[in-house]
């Protein structure tokens, strides 16, 4: 039987500054998407509202608009995936073997507090399945509690884009919180690699994380890993 993976991106188009946009930062869902596709794995995207998902434009440019993220782009079938996603909803989270949380800043306001998303989330680790995120994503398991009360991150290794990255993106002015720290407040142990934009992956027994953009394609040969062993 095939495995199943839920992809989860914002809703998100803009900081609070509505002339600074933001949205899905596109390599992270696109690299991991060609990794599962090549295993033949299904796919489907989940977003807090539904509907369209926005694109960052800085993941856009060059160099970050590499080859994999020009193919989304030229397909009308893969672009469609991104005006019409699911909502929390229309989720069975029994039907999927992991999660895959994508990034982009927009993730910082939306992620966070969706119950709908705390909820699959919260099903698919209860029930053995594979909850993992890159960059941003990790946003989305800083609320997430287990049926015990305990946080999902609590006492597991993680890792996300790291404070030093927002510094030098020149956001860290912008963004409505540090998620490093709040994530180590929630006592996970946070890593991160040597230097910054590094990439780098984190895994922790079914807790599969990766620092940044360029940790997309090794976040999701891990996962791909795991669900091998099961």
């Not at 839920?6 to 696109?30: Q, R």
């Not at 033949?40 to 993941?59: C, F, M, N, T």
């Amino acid at each position: 039987m095939s495995r199943r993976i839920l992809h989860v991106a914002t809703n998100i188009s803009h900081f609070d500054n509505p002339a600074h946009p933001t949205g899905l930062w596109l390599s992270e869902l696109t690299h991991a998407w060609d990794v599962f596709a090549a295993r033949g794995y299904e796919q489907r995207i989940v977003s807090p509202k539904g509907g369209k998902v926005p694109l960052d434009p800085r993941a856009l440019k060059w160099p970050m608009r590499d080859t994999s993220s020009r193919a989304w782009l030229a397909d009308p079938a893969k672009m469609a995936l991104l005006s019409a996603t699911a909502c929390p909803a229309d989720i069975n989270p029994q039907d999927y073997d992991a999660t895959y949380f994508t990034g982009g800043h927009g993730v910082m306001w939306d992620f966070p507090n969706s119950e709908g998303l705390q909820a699959i989330t919260r099903v698919v680790w209860e029930k053995g399945g594979i909850v993992s995120a890159v960059c941003h994503g990790y946003c989305g398991l800083l609320n997430t509690r287990l049926e015990d009360g305990s946080f999902l991150v609590s006492g597991r290794k993680i890792t996300g884009f790291s404070w030093t990255e927002e510094r030098l993106a020149g956001v860290s002015g912008e963004i409505p919180y540090n998620a490093e720290a709040e994530v180590k407040a929630r006592k996970a142990l946070y890593e991160k690699a040597l230097l910054p934009f590094m990439s780098h992956v984190v895994v922790d027994g079914k807790l599969v994380t990766g620092q940044n953009p360029f940790s997309a394609s090794a976040t999701a040969g891990k996962v791909a890993s795991l669900l091998g062993g099961i």
